[in-house]
C-alpha cells in the first residue's frame, strides 16, 4: 500500500499521529528494560518504531486500523514469516476483557492515542505478564504519572502508578515530530513494575478523593460515602 499523503492518511477516529523522527524513535529503544523479554507494541502504525524493535527482540503488536494492518503485513512480511513479529489485528482493549494481553511476561511499547491513554496504562497496571509499560502520552498525562508527594501534579494517577512500581518521565517530544502534528507536547512516560494491582475499587476510591483537590480529603469523601461513616474511619487511624 502506497501512502502518499500521511496528514490525509491519518485518521481522526482513531486518533493517530505518526511519530517519523528518528531521534526519538532511538530514544525510546534505549530507554526500554535492559533484558530480552517479549514486547507488545500496541498501536505500530505505519512501522517506524516496530523497526527497530524486531532488531533485538520478539514483538506482538496490535492494530485496530485495517488499512494499517494490511499495511504492516506486506511490509513486515519477512520478520512476521521468521516469528519474530506477530501482527495482530483488532481492539486491543477487547483482548484484556479476557485476561492478559500476552501469555508470557512482556514490557508494553506504544505511542497511545491521546483519547485512550490512561485507560491503556491502568490496564497494563492490572496485568500480571506485564512488567513495564513505556509510553508515548500527553504530557500532561506523564506528568501526573510520575509526579510525586506534594508536587502541583501529585493525583491519583501518581498513587497508582506508585502501588505498582516506579514512574519516571524519560523526555519530551514536541508536536513538530510527528505527521500530522498534534496540538500538545508529548512525553515519554515509562513505569517499571515490581507488582500488579487488580483492584478497580481501589482506583474508584482513589478518582473520589483527588475529584477536587483543594478540598480536605474528607470533605471529598462524603460526597460518596456518608459522614458517619468518613468520621468514624478517620478517629481509626488517629
Known sequence: MIIDDLTEFASKKFGQNFLKNDMYLHKIIQAMPNDNLRVAEIGPGLGDLTKELVKARNVTAFEVDKRLCEHLTTEFEESIHKGALELRCGDVLERWESGSLLDEPYHLVANLPY????????KAFRDEHCQSVLVMVQKEVAVKFAAIAKQKAFSALSVLATSVGKATLCFEVEPEAFVPPPNVTSAVLLIEKDRTRNDEK???????????PRKKLS??????????????TFAKLD
Do not use: C, P
Not at 483519547?115 to 491502568?122: P, S, V, W
Not at 481501589?202 to 478523593?209: G, Q
Open 115 to 122: 483519547y485512550i491513554a490512561t485507560n491503556i496504562i491502568l
Open 202 to 212: 481501589f482506583e474508584s476510591f482513589l478518582k473520589v478523593a483527588f475529584q477536587q
Open 219 to 232: 470533605k471529598n469523601l462524603m460526597a460518596v460515602f456518608s459522614k458517619d461513616m468518613v468520621n468514624q
